[in-house]
């Protein structure tokens, strides 16, 4: 049975008093489960906090952005030595929202994996295409692009792709699981072209976009989908537990 991924996106939510009651009422809904390796994405004010609270759980700690430099004069940025700092193990890149609302170009983000990469993080590289250009046929293309440029002279040996098609993220709509693995079998075979089939093999292919606790089970048994990042079902303790129990008690 293979081993899959779920990571919770919570974007620009919750408070640390809000951060350790989810985690107080998550805990005990995961106890026994390892059939899936949990990464819990708050906002960087909540990471201090739950660096401490995750230490003696199965929890693992990731960001949701980093900035490439290791220091300086950067107001407001982050670097990946001080999310690793924080305990982070992971970090999400170039999702959508961000390419969209803050500029972030193919070559931001190929720096940013870099520098991900580079501190020993393990980047959620987030690619996926938008309504107009998925009806113009071009999904393919668009996530080839992505690869190819985010990817640029790197050679990471350890990454997450999370495949989010953009029209599905936060509206209650979704690929069809048969259309996401068409998707991440292509991403798996664009990475094999990268570097070897060997190590695309490995590389965990996350499907993310409205995804809850109905629909998880139809798209982790896809053969190259690995898991879900899930925004807003994760915001909720209890269904996002539902989602890490691929419903099976629900
Ligand atoms: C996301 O933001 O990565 C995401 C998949 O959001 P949602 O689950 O809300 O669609």
Redesign the pocket.
């Known amino acids: 049975m293979k081993r899959l991924m779920i990571a919770a996106?919570w974007?620009m939510n919750k408070t640390v008093a809000e951060a350790a009651a989810y985690i107080k009422d998550l805990g005990p809904r995961l106890a026994g489960w390892d059939r899936v390796e949990v990464v819990i994405c708050p906002p960087f004010t909540c990471l201090a906090y739950l660096s401490d609270a995750l230490k003696h759980t199965e929890l693992q700690l990731g960001a949701q952005n980093l900035f490439w430099e290791p220091k300086g004069a950067f107001t407001g940025e982050i670097s990946a030595e001080m999310l690793l700092d924080m305990g982070c193990r992971y970090v999400?890149i170039g999702?959508?929202?961000r390419r969209q609302m803050m500029g972030e170009s193919d070559q931001d983000i190929n720096r940013k994996l870099g520098s991900a990469g580079g501190a020993g993080l393990i980047p959620i590289f987030?690619v996926g295409e938008t309504l107009p250009e998925r009806e113009d046929s071009q999904t393919r293309n668009v996530v080839q692009r992505q690869l190819e440029q985010g990817l640029a002279g790197l050679d990471l040996q350890e990454l997450v792709i999370?495949y989010?098609p953009v029209w599905?993220?936060?509206?209650?709509l979704n690929a069809s699981p048969a259309d996401a693995q068409d998707t991440c079998k292509y991403i798996r075979d664009c990475l094999g072209r990268h570097r070897d089939e060997s190590w695309a093999a490995a590389v965990p292919i996350l499907y993310?976009?409205?995804?809850?606790a109905l629909n998880i089970q139809s798209f982790v048994e896809q053969p190259d989908i690995n898991g879900?990042?899930?925004?807003?079902?994760?915001l909720d303790p209890e269904h996002f537990a539902r989602i890490v129990r691929l419903n099976m008690d629900a």
């Open positions: 996106n974007k999400i999702h959508s929202e987030c999370a989010e599905a993220i936060g509206t209650g993310g976009g409205s995804v809850t879900a990042l899930v925004g807003g079902a994760s």
